[in-house]
């Protein structure tokens, strides 16, 4: 017995953030094995850290397939205090990220918890800089945000990098 597949979905899961609403239009082939995605979002993790998504018999599971997650916590400050308009525009914005996990705002900041594997704070900012234009930032802001960048790059490679005994290089 043969099952058909609809175009537009195939039964399976995300390989980023294990949703099983994916889209047969959202492909990336790693290794000679094609992976669906249920968003853009999903398949440009992916491409950029495929090991953190995909084991291999060297080193086996990778860390999602492990269940892990980096929960990281971060404060996103403003230049001024922020209204409520704006508010609910920039946490609706957000929301639609993937691995956001709390969202909680006071006069001048957000306070974002994100898994780290499905979303970077870089993304988080590009929704933010993108959902408002009233917002602006500081060279001061843009040159701390690029150091915490780097170093969520670096955690992300020493995760996609672990031995089989699960310790780093």
Same mark, same amino acid.
Do not use: W
């Given at each position: 017995m043969v099952l058909a597949m609809s175009k537009l979905e195939f039964? !399976?899961?995300?390989?980023?953030?294990?949703?099983?609403?994916?889209? *047969?239009?959202l492909t990336f082939n790693y290794q000679g094995v094609e992976h669906y995605f249920c968003s853009s979002q999903c398949l440009e993790r992916f491409v950029?850290?495929?090991?953190? #998504?995909v084991g291999d018999p060297k080193h086996g599971l990778s860390p999602k397939q492990k269940g892990l997650s980096a929960l990281k916590k971060r404060r996103?400050? +403003?230049?001024?205090? &922020?209204?409520? /308009?704006?508010?609910a525009e920039?946490? %609706?914005? =957000? @929301?639609?990220?993937?691995?956001? /996990? /709390?969202?909680i705002f006071d006069q001048e900041c957000l306070y974002v918890?994100?898994?780290? @594997? %499905?979303? *970077?704070?870089? %993304?988080? /900012?590009? =929704?933010i800089e993108q959902s408002s234009e009233r917002l602006q *930032? !500081?060279?001061?802001? %843009? =040159? *701390?945000?690029? +150091? &915490?960048? #780097?170093?969520?790059?670096?955690?992300l490679?020493?995760?996609?990098?672990?031995?089989?005994?699960?310790?780093?290089h």
């Amino acid at each position: 017995m043969v099952l058909a597949m609809s175009k537009l979905e195939f039964t !399976g899961h995300c390989p980023v953030c294990r949703m099983t609403n994916i889209s *047969s239009s959202l492909t990336f082939n790693y290794q000679g094995v094609e992976h669906y995605f249920c968003s853009s979002q999903c398949l440009e993790r992916f491409v950029a850290h495929p090991h953190l #998504f995909v084991g291999d018999p060297k080193h086996g599971l990778s860390p999602k397939q492990k269940g892990l997650s980096a929960l990281k916590k971060r404060r996103i400050g +403003f230049a001024k205090p &922020i209204d409520e /308009e704006l508010k609910a525009e920039l946490k %609706q914005s =957000v @929301l639609l990220l993937m691995g956001i /996990e /709390e969202l909680i705002f006071d006069q001048e900041c957000l306070y974002v918890t994100y898994d780290l @594997l %499905q979303v *970077s704070l870089e %993304q988080i /900012e590009s =929704v933010i800089e993108q959902s408002s234009e009233r917002l602006q *930032s !500081g060279l001061v802001n %843009q =040159v *701390s945000r690029t +150091f &915490i960048h #780097f170093s969520e790059e670096c955690e992300l490679d020493n995760l996609a990098h672990l031995t089989r005994d699960s310790s780093c290089h």
